[in-house]
Each structure stands twice: as C-alpha cells, then as structure tokens.
C-alpha cells in the first residue's frame, strides 16, 4: 500500500485524509474497536465480577500492543463499526463476553453480525439498535449463530416480521425481545411460536387495531409483560374469554400514551387472569379528569391491579378510590350507572357526598413544615410529586433528598392523627388528602 502511494505521487497528509475517508465510507471492524478501546492505556484492568480477561501482547498474528482488559461486557456504540474482521481474533477477544453493545453502528449485513456472534459461544445480550439493517437479508444457516441469546434489542434498524420469526425459532431460550420505533403497521403471524418469550417491547410503533395486538397473544403466548406504550391503540375489541386465553400469563401492560378513550376499555384489562401491573397515562379516556381522579377512578375499575403508572396501590389507597368512585357518580342517572357502581356499594353501601369535594378544586394548601427546633409556615401545590416536594424541602431544611424522611401529620378535628410516610416519588400530594393546618415533618435518615 505504501508503494502505491508513492507511485500516485501522494503525499503523507494527503494519503492519511483518503484512508480516513475510505475507513468512513467502508467502516471499521469490530476487531480494531476493541483494540483501540479496552488496551492498557485506555482501559485499565478491574478486579471482581464482569472484570473478563487480559489478552496479552503475545497473542500471534495480533497487531495489540502490550495487552487488552476485556471485560465480559463490551460496550461498542456509536463506534462507526460495519465488519467483523479477523475471526480469529474475534472469538481470542469476544469468546468470554456475555453482554455486547452494538447500537448506532454501520451494519448492513446480517452476515457479518453472523461472524461475530458464531465465536461468541457464551453470549446471553445483544443491542443492534440503530444499525441500517432494513434492506439486509438473514441466511437460516447463520441464525443459528444467535442461539445462545436470552435478550435481543432490535429498536430501529426496521427488521421485517420474516427475520423476527426466523430469530425467534433459532434462540430457544429467548425471554425479552425489543422491538421499538421499526414503523411497524401491522404484526405478521408464524407458523411457529415462541413459547420461551416473557418480555416484548414493542413501543413507538403505528399498531391501531387491537386485531394486531391479539397476534401478539398468538406469536408469543407465555408473555408476562408486554409494553405497547406509543401506539395509537384506540379499542380493547375482544371478548373476555379471549383476553384470557390469548394473554393467560401476563402481568404487565404498558398502554401509555395509546388511544384509549372509554373506561369499557379499562374494565377489559380484568379479564386478563394474571395482571397485577397497569400503566395508562397520556390516553384520551383521562385527559379531562385531575390527577386524583384519574388515579382513584382506574384504581377502582381495576380490582386486581396493585401497581399503577409505577406507584403501589396500598390497601388504604383502594378503599378511599372505591368510596370516592361512589360518591363521584351519585349525581348519574339510574340508567347511566356502570355495573361497577353497584358493585361497590354492594360492598361499601349508599354513601352521603362529602361535605368539602376540595379534591376537584383546591391546587394548594397551608401546611406546618417540622424539622428540628425548627417550625415554618409552608405553601404545597397539591399537583407536584413527593420527588417535587423533596426537591422545594431541600432548599429549606438543607438536606439532600437521599438523606430524607419526609412524613405527613393530618389534624382532625384537633387531634394528630398517625404520621404517614411519604415514600412513593411519583405519587401526587393530592391522594394524600392534605388539608390546611396539617404537617409536614423532615427527619434525617443520620
């Protein structure tokens, strides 16, 4: 090469600027990222778990100066990477790794990606997120080489359903499989499913019809969790017997910002045997209701349900939801009155509407604030978090957040009554029901 060089009459900064442009046009090989990365100048070793192993400069045939510190998880993104390169030297460098990080590179070929995986022996994690794969074909023969997987990220890189199902026959032991931002419409059914399959992410996409999502009931049919948040969803169009046989596993779903706009829709999500866990923020269905509502009135439509939107449902939690679900639709109808209605005051009886329904109005309340010796007068907007309110008292009492108890004191009536902790970060003040003139007490955790 340097000969030819010569021979053109190139100089040497114009040389360097061509094989830069050329490495840019053509990309780098896994072997030399790693190189450049994990050597001893730039990586030094570590001791203890994922530490990995040192290869030194003796290995033959290797260009590594001094050694390399690998350790078995190799974090390669957005290193211009489109081969694999020496084989060899891929399964010296790559054979005890168990976790590899391929996003925002230039692969192509799903061959290439074959060659590394196929000296990988051990590998349980892969992220090929953001690699332009759209136009690449995979060979059967080389799927083969993905077997040993457990978890496979595939976030935008618009792989086809063809090479999705083919993947998913070849990983026997597949549990968790990320799909997110491919555009897809539509999901294309398998003849075979993959009964290993506990986790699908599957968000950012432009599924609408439920009719999709039961496939997804059928592709993968021992799903525990499945995380449809950012699709336009508008309808859960299936009968009970149905969502119990398509998802009879599953329990958690993911309908953030989806297009549900009934609370019919809400109630089906009972149906499903084994769900404990529900995330439904950003839907049409609750963009008219305060944040209270929103919370008390799914909580009561979902029985079953002891997480919501990430927060713990609390016993105590439940039965103020059920009897303000009560009391919020007493105004009805008889004709218009949900079958949950009578099912609640089956259970609670007829109740009389509160004397003070602040829950809808009032955005800030007067508290006492107790830290120490110390006792201030103190404003709360009912709609920030306990993770806001942690953030305002740590300007007050000079505390930072990690090192901070913060309890709720109701008065009534005159009496304290039993201090509560606040210990939910994205829970909203309002559904601790703070009146003016009660208190906040700060307690350090030293």
């Not at 060899?88 to 925002?104: G, I, K, N, P």
């Not at 957040?401 to 913060?406: A, D, H, L, S």
């Amino acid at each position: 090469m340097k000969s030819a060089w010569r021979e053109l009459g190139v100089g040497e900064e114009t040389k360097g600027n061509i094989e830069m442009d050329m490495e840019y046009e053509m990309g780098r090989s896994l072997v030399q990222v790693i190189i450049e990365k994990y050597n001893s100048d730039n990586y030094p070793y570590c001791r203890g778990p994922g530490a990995g192993v040192v290869i030194h400069k003796s290995y033959q045939g290797s260009f590594v100066e001094d050694y390399l510190n690998l350790p078995s998880v190799l974090v390669l993104e957005s290193c211009g990477i489109s081969h694999a390169g020496d084989e060899q030297e891929v399964a010296t460098f790559c054979a005890h790794a168990v976790e590899l990080d391929l996003s925002y590179n230039q692969f192509r070929d799903w061959g290439e990606i074959s060659k590394i995986l196929a000296n990988i022996p051990q590998l349980d994690f892969l992220n090929l997120s953001n690699n332009p794969l759209k136009d690449s074909s995979l060979d059967p023969g080389r799927a083969e080489a993905f077997s040993s997987l457990r978890r496979l990220v595939l976030n935008n890189t618009y792989i086809s359903w063809d090479i999705v199902h083919m993947l998913t026959q070849k990983i026997p032991e597949l549990e968790e499989l990320f799909l997110c931002l491919n555009e897809y419409k539509c999901v294309n059914l398998s003849r075979v499913p993959c009964s290993s399959l506990r986790l699908l992410h599957i968000t950012d996409n432009l599924l609408q019809d439920w009719s999709e999502v039961r496939k997804l009931g059928l592709l993968y049919p021992r799903l525990t969790s499945l995380i449809l948040a950012n699709n336009s969803l508008s309808s859960i169009k299936e009968t009970e017997d149905s969502l119990q046989s398509l998802f009879p596993n599953l329990h958690s779903i993911n309908l953030h910002n989806s297009g549900l706009n009934c609370w019919e829709d809400i109630e089906k999500l009972n149906f499903f045997p084994k769900l404990q866990e529900v995330r439904l923020m950003g839907i049409p269905l609750l963009q008219t209701y305060t944040e209270i509502e929103k919370r008390y009135l799914a909580i009561a439509y979902l029985p079953s349900v002891n997480v919501l939107n990430g927060s713990v449902v609390t016993d105590e939690e439940r039965k103020d939801a059920e009897r303000f679900y009560i009391r919020y639709h007493l105004d009805c109808p008889e004709d218009e009155l949900p079958q949950r209605f009578h099912n609640l005051v089956a259970c609670y009886g007829h109740l009389e509407p509160l004397a003070n329904m602040y829950l809808r109005s009032r955005s800030s309340v007067q508290i006492q604030l107790r830290f120490g010796e110390s006792i201030k007068q103190l404003e709360l907007q009912l709609k920030q978090t306990v993770a806001d309110l942690k953030k305002q008292l740590m300007h007050v009492v000079h505390l930072p957040v990690k090192n901070m108890r913060v309890f709720f004191i109701a008065r009534e009536k005159g009496f304290i009554l039993e201090p509560q902790e606040l210990k939910y970060g994205s829970r909203a003040l309002h559904f601790y029901s703070i009146q003016d003139g009660d208190e906040i007490l700060v307690v350090s955790k030293n």
